[in-house]
């Protein structure tokens, strides 16, 4: 049991078999569902969990309510991993209320077949609800990442239940660093909504936070500054890190030895590199880290006319997540006709304020003497910008 205060409690499960989060998200500590109840003169829970888990989080429930019935389901984001016991808690619990806003209510009728409208309190942005010694005010978060999600501040004990936001892969009992797989989780989950958060961050400014209690990952209560910079910093797609990011899609390894020639060139000239083979290593870190650092290379070979499918598939990643802001560098190969670089650079103009510099490197099926030097002048260029 984890006593968040008194009377707030996290009723919440974690995730340890699920193959793929989103069916997209290789998660190898698993990832929490959290819930929590309030026991106050009304007794609130504040989200469900995914359908796979609902006995286990019922469970959890009733054990820290000991006989007592829940008046109000708090429903902050209608996403299946939250939103999917919301039957079972219907059935348990008959005289138990909604709350939510009008969209919520919208979708939460797509999803199941039962009517239950009798039940809606349906509440706006800064509308409140008194449980007894806590009052709750809700403040609309649309967008981030669904249009319906909202955020819950508890005055009493100073608790912003802050939905997605603020989330993390990886279950509860997993001691990692935090910022390495929010930040994963930030771009690929939330990450074309920089705006949106901006905005909710702006509403949290607003308000005397003392805890934060996200769907994801762990309860944040301490150096709440640190949190909340992070999110600030992503949201605004300002490069976290100074350093370069150098990807590759290679087909016979040509291509990769030299992203690898080329990530040890820059090292030698004192810059932070990060790489990834976007052929084997996973997409969702690439996506971060593409944000996360203020330049990026794309090497990759030419393929049918175009670029290797696995980079072609990273750029439709990029951009659907709204890659922008940054300086990006290419190096293609090609044996008869390379393609690479300008299909690369076509994809990079649909994205917003991305630069490309040249020089681009082209390789001719393997890297010989005149790629190397081609290869140290591209690291000075890059060193340099
Ligand atoms: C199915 C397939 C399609 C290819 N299409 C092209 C192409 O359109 N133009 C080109 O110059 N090379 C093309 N190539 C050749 C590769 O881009 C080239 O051999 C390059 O050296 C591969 O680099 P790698 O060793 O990093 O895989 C193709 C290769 C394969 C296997
Ligand atoms: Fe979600
Ligand atoms: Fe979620």
């Given amino acids: 049991?984890?006593?968040?205060?008194?009377?707030?409690?996290?009723?919440?499960?974690?995730?340890?078999?699920?193959?793929?989060?989103?069916?997209?998200?290789?998660?190898?500590?698993?990832?929490?569902?959290?819930?929590?109840?309030?026991?106050?003169?009304?007794?609130?829970?504040?989200?469900?969990?995914?359908?796979?888990?609902?006995?286990?989080?019922?469970?959890?429930?009733?054990?820290?309510?000991?006989?007592?019935?829940v008046d109000y389901l708090v429903i902050s984001h209608m996403e299946p991993d939250h939103a999917a016991s919301i039957d079972a808690l219907c059935e348990k619990f008959p005289e138990m209320r909604l709350i939510g806003n009008e969209k919520t209510f919208k979708i939460l009728g797509q999803f199941y077949e039962e009517d239950y409208s009798r039940r809606f309190v349906t509440v706006g942005e800064g509308d409140t609800l008194t449980l007894g010694a806590h009052t709750l005010s809700f403040y609309m978060a649309p967008m981030v990442h669904w249009p319906e999600v909202m955020v819950t501040y508890d005055s009493?004990?100073?608790?912003?239940?802050?939905?997605?936001?603020?989330?993390?892969?990886?279950?509860?009992?997993?001691?990692?660093?935090?910022?390495?797989?929010?930040?994963?989780?930030?771009?690929?989950?939330?990450?074309?909504?920089?705006?949106?958060?901006?905005?909710?961050?702006?509403?949290?400014?607003?308000?005397?936070?003392?805890?934060?209690?996200?769907?994801?990952?762990?309860?944040?209560?301490?150096?709440?500054?640190?949190?909340?910079?992070?999110?600030?910093?992503?949201?605004?797609?300002?490069?976290?890190?100074?350093?370069?990011?150098?990807?590759?899609?290679?087909?016979?390894g040509n291509t990769k030895k030299a992203a690898l020639l080329?990530?040890?060139?820059?090292?030698?000239?004192?810059?932070?590199?990060?790489?990834?083979?976007i052929c084997r290593d996973d997409m969702a870190e690439a996506v971060e880290d593409a944000f996360r650092y203020d330049r990026i290379v794309f090497c990759a070979a030419s393929y049918d006319g175009g670029v290797f499918a696995p980079m072609a598939d990273f750029l439709t990643h990029l951009k659907s997540k709204t890659f922008r802001e940054r300086k990006a560098f290419i190096v293609e190969n090609g044996s008869w006709g390379p393609t690479a670089a300008r299909t690369i650079k076509n994809a990079l103009a649909e994205m917003k304020d991305i630069t490309v510099c040249d020089p681009v490197v082209t390789i001719r099926s393997s890297v010989k003497e005149d790629t190397v030097k081609a290869l140290e002048e591209l690291a000075d260029v890059i060193a340099n910008s």
């Avoid at 009723?11 to 989103?22: C, H, N, P, R």
């Avoid at 698993?30 to 359908?51: F, P, Q, R």
């Fill in 262 to 277: 080329l990530c040890d060139m820059l090292r030698e000239r004192g810059v932070k590199v990060a790489f990834a083979d």
């Fill in 156 to 252: 009493a004990d100073k608790i912003l239940f802050s939905a997605d936001g603020f989330g993390k892969f990886g279950a509860l009992d997993t001691e990692e660093d935090w910022a390495c797989e929010a930040r994963r989780y930030y771009f690929n989950i939330v990450g074309k909504y920089g705006a949106q958060v901006q905005a909710l961050l702006k509403k949290a400014a607003t308000l005397d936070i003392a805890i934060i209690c996200p769907l994801h990952g762990p309860i944040l209560s301490e150096n709440l500054g640190y949190y909340i910079e992070k999110y600030d910093i992503w949201s605004s797609y300002r490069p976290e890190d100074e350093g370069v990011f150098v990807t590759c899609a290679s087909i016979h």
């Fill in 1 to 69: 049991m984890i006593k968040i205060t008194d009377t707030v409690r996290y009723i919440g499960v974690d995730d340890k078999t699920i193959d793929l989060f989103e069916s997209q998200y290789t998660v190898p500590n698993g990832i929490s569902y959290n819930s929590y109840v309030i026991l106050d003169e009304k007794v609130c829970v504040m989200d469900t969990v995914d359908a796979r888990f609902t006995d286990e989080w019922m469970e959890n429930l009733l054990r820290e309510l000991e006989g007592r019935s």
